[in-house]
């Protein structure tokens, strides 16, 4: 049972009045936990993905650096051709790296926009009058 239906029935007995201001309390906490704990699996949510993904670029790029490193050691002597395509890649790894954490940011503020316009449409709702919906003559 609902800690504040639970409340509700002992107030009606009215012998237990001190146990439904500690019930009701309970309730309180309860629901600002829940609502607290949304909002941060949300934000949290967005941050394990980017890192997930800013994990398997870096791993893709450091085994194609690897390969390059590796072919330019096997003969022996380093051109100035390998030791460009080694730093294009780092650089290309740097630019992709910098687009996930952009479009993390875009992710994390379009969260914030929804909750915003569900804050102001339910105002505006509140704030409708039955009036307003019925045809001027």
Known sequence: MDL??????????????PVVIGLDAAADAKLAC??????VSRRLAVRA???????VLAESKANSIASHVSAALQDGNVSDKEVK??????ERYK??????????RKKHTKVK?????KKML??????RSPRQFH???
């Open 4 to 17: 504040a239906a639970c409340g509700f029935c002992l107030l009606t007995t009215i012998i237990e009045a």
């Open 34 to 39: 829940g609502v607290a704990s949304k909002f």
């Open 49 to 55: 993905q980017k890192h997930d993904e800013i994990h």
């Open 85 to 90: 395509l080694i730093i294009e890649e780092v």
């Open 95 to 104: 630019q992709m790296k910098a687009h996930l954490r952009a479009g993390a």
């Open 113 to 117: 926009l929804d909750q915003e316009k």
């Open 122 to 127: 339910s105002s505006n709702k509140a704030e």
């Open 135 to 137: 045809k001027k003559s």
